[in-house]
């Protein structure tokens, strides 16, 4: 189908600097866990993303330099001529496509914690990271300035060597260039501090400084935090923001525009629970005001009417996209072929985000299994290879591991029978959508609705089964499929069991009439009382989801957690809006809390550190701590038990205790995927599906096959010789 023709503003070629864009769709630099560590990983992903029509890939933030080391979280380098090897293989393979290559060159000042190069930050004055522990950086003096703009000049210098055809002076995310524009962290009474025209030098002249050494073979791009949403503390659009562009728009080719800071830069990478797409736009649109270059902004866009309507109505010129382009690397080919409907549409869970923020790569991604596993798995997320075998797959459970491993196995011409009790695709997604906020997580359960239909359509044998009987392990086994796949998902228990006891709470059954599971909170048919405990031992977004649906229906809720309440949410950047939301619903929390036992109306809770610092051998049978005398009783309408999963694999184990019997009916092998297998995160189910899917002929395709791994082996050189050197003076 040829694309709508509405679409065709988003295919004009546009001419930044030197270079041209072929269309207007745009991969900002963003984190994956390869930086220049991993160039299999680095050149297989971006490339991924060229095949599949995007104009330009850049790397994530790029060091310029050991002052600038995030080490413990992985950013690019290019801090010498391995480097530069290792991100040649990226430009490489980016321009085989036909698409640029862009470099963020980053340094961080004060929030670079430098634990590996331990090389001390520099920035404009000296102050404490606000986002990175126990980091400060020297204040710089006028020599240091020059130092950290050759730093810039040299690195610009081995980009384009490397054969990067955008080169950034990256200044958004609180990193120095904007530490020197922002009030809030420079407090210098120099010529590079006070007036905004001292605070912009040390970015103007850097500009012009990588401008002179590279801009006549690249484009210069900055990146531009333009509100810092600080109000008059820090960076404001329509004061120190148009006119920062103005002054620095003949020094740029490209602007990257966004909104925020380092701290909580879910604010710029806003997650679907608090951020509909474009929604930077009433901040960024002021800059085409002012500037005379191209411009492109960012916000989650997957939609191209909503693309189409930021370029026409001219709030920026190109779309930039770093979740959208994750989910779906085929994301600008399939509008241009007319194919909206195939678009993996980003969820905005900011789990790919999450994996870098932890500080372990690979990223991965809750819509696209094959995201970080292009080079080590050697998979392409539109590309599957034919099946091997003519053997029928039986998919028990249409959750989100058993609705993408029906997918695959469809998509590789298996003929495949997807069976649910439930009567939609979906599992428990279904009902975590209907949680505050979450609804757009539901276009994962959309996506593999909409292919499994079409597939089905072509895969005449092939069925969905939704609405039936629970399948037994007869059912399964009479069922006259050769392979099994079990994928019935897991259950929030009823008594309590959790990770710190390891053992059910006496008295916790949510049998009785005021006690629930998150399932049966969502259900509804339970009467909920006014004053409700929400008691929680789970890392992640159902406590407070729950808090933040029953608070909003007029419930007085009161969260009792003995585990940091939504610590992961600090890694999908969703927690600080979280606990605003919270307190504006005047949740109240009890951390560092839990129960020991439940009786009708009232919990008993104790604090967790209430059991003595001090620990002597006492004998066998004697806790070797003083007696935690912090017990106290708390009364409660209702209590809400968020105490741990557990795996629905009842099914699984008899069918595997029914193993004698499988060679009679015709059964080569049952596998056990998902939640099922053991509670995780959607990403991970997801993943689990797909993998087996594609390599269900193994021997034993339960386990998976071994990846590529990308290390330093001893006994090979591990820089080139005689080219390491990093340059601390010019
Ligand atoms: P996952 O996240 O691993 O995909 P979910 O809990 O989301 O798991 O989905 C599991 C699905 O399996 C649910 O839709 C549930 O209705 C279905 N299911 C569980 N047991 C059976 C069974 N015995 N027969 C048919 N469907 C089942
Ligand atoms: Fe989007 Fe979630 Fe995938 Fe990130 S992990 S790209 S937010 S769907």
Not at 235 to 264: N, Q, R, T
Request: glycine share 10%.
């Amino acid at each position: 189908m040829p694309r709508d023709p509405r679409y065709d503003v988003l295919f004009e070629p546009l001419k930044i600097g030197p270079k041209t864009l072929r269309n207007r769709f745009y991969q900002v630099p963003h984190c994956i866990g390869a930086g220049s560590n991993l160039p299999g990983f680095q050149a297989a992903h971006r490339s991924m993303k060229a095949e599949g029509g995007w104009a330009a890939m850049n790397t994530e933030y790029c060091s310029i330099h050991p002052e600038s080391d995030d080490t413990h979280r992985l950013s690019a380098r290019i801090w010498d001529e391995g480097d530069v090897r290792n991100l040649r293989a990226m430009t490489q393979e980016v321009h085989k496509y036909g698409a640029l290559a862009g470099i963020e060159m980053w340094y961080g000042g004060s929030h670079a914690p430098c634990m590996e190069s331990r090389a001390t930050p520099r920035g404009p004055s000296q102050y404490a990271s606000e986002f990175e522990t126990l980091t400060y950086c020297k204040e710089m003096d006028l020599d240091d300035i020059r130092d950290v703009q050759h730093f810039y000049v040299e690195a610009a210098l081995r980009a384009r060597d490397a054969g990067f055809d955008i080169v950034y002076v990256y200044g958004a995310h609180s990193y120095l260039p904007l530490q020197f524009l922002s009030p809030y962290y420079n407090k210098r009474t120099d010529g590079y501090g006070g007036s905004l025209e001292n605070r912009a030098r040390f970015w103007l002249e850097t500009l012009e400084k990588v401008r002179r050494a590279v801009g006549s073979d690249c484009a210069i791009a900055t990146r531009f935090a333009v509100d810092t949403l600080y109000g008059s503390g820090g960076v404001e659009v329509e004061k120190d923001g148009m006119k920062f562009v103005e002054m620095a728009d003949p020094l740029v080719d490209l602007w990257d525009v966004d909104v925020g800071d380092i701290a909580e830069w879910g604010e710029d990478a806003g997650p679907s629970r608090f951020y509909l797409q474009g929604h930077q736009v009433p901040w960024t649109r002021f800059i085409k005001q002012v500037s005379k270059k191209p411009v492109l902004g960012v916000g989650r866009f997957t939609d191209p009417e909503k693309m189409t309507e930021i370029v026409t109505k001219g709030y920026a010129d190109i779309i930039g996209a770093a979740r959208p382009s994750i989910a779906d690397p085929f994301l600008p080919k399939k509008i241009e072929e007319g194919r909206v409907d195939d678009v993996r549409v980003c969820i905005g869970c900011n789990v790919c985000i999450s994996r870098w923020e932890i500080g372990g790569p690979p990223m991965i991604c809750t819509q696209n299994a094959t995201a970080g596993e292009e080079y080590r798995r050697g998979w392409h997320p539109e590309k599957f290879e034919e099946s091997k075998s003519d053997d029928s797959v039986l998919v028990v459970g249409a959750g989100p591991s058993g609705s993408e491993c029906a997918r695959v196995l469809m998509q590789r011409g298996y003929t495949v029978h997807l069976v649910d009790s439930a009567e939609k695709i979906g599992g428990h997604l279904n009902s975590v959508v209907t949680l505050p906020g979450l609804g757009e997580w539901g276009y994962h359960r959309d996506y593999r609705e909409t292919q499994i239909t079409r597939l089905l359509k072509k895969n005449r044998q092939s069925q969905l089964a939704l609405g039936v009987k629970p399948l037994s392990a007869a059912d399964v086994l009479d069922y006259g499929a050769e392979k099994v796949v079990i994928a019935t998902g897991a259950h929030w228990v009823g008594d309590g069991t959790n990770c710190l006891t390891h053992d059910p709470i006496p008295g916790a059954d949510a049998s009785q009439c005021d006690q629930l599971t998150p399932e049966q909170v969502v259900a509804g048919k339970k009467p909920i009382g006014k004053r409700v405990v929400i008691l929680n031992a789970d890392t992640y977004f159902m406590a407070p989801s729950l808090a933040e649906k029953l608070a909003a229906a007029g419930h007085e809720v009161t969260i009792v957690s003995g585990v940091h309440l939504a610590n992961y949410m600090h890694f999908t950047l969703e927690y600080p809006n979280m606990m605003r939301r919270l307190h504006e619903l005047h949740v109240t929390e009890l951390g560092d809390h839990f129960a020991s036992r439940i009786e009708k109306g009232h919990i008993e809770i104790y604090n967790i550190w209430g059991d003595g610092s001090r620990r002597t051998y006492k004998g066998a049978g004697q806790l070797p701590r003083e007696a935690n005398r912090t017990h106290r009783w708390l009364e409660f309408d209702s209590l809400v038990l968020v105490t741990g999963r557990r795996s629905n694999d009842t099914l699984y184990r008899e069918i595997k205790a029914k193993q004698d019997q499988w060679e009679s009916k015709g059964v080569k092998a049952v596998y056990l995927i998902g939640d099922a297998e053991a509670p995780r995160l959607i990403a991970d189910a997801t993943f689990t599906g797909h993998r087996l899917a594609r390599e269900i002929e193994e021997a034993n395709a339960q386990y998976p096959l071994p990846y590529k791994r990308e290390v330093a082996v001893w006994g090979t050189p591990h820089m080139p010789e005689g080219t390491y050197q990093i340059i601390y003076k010019k």
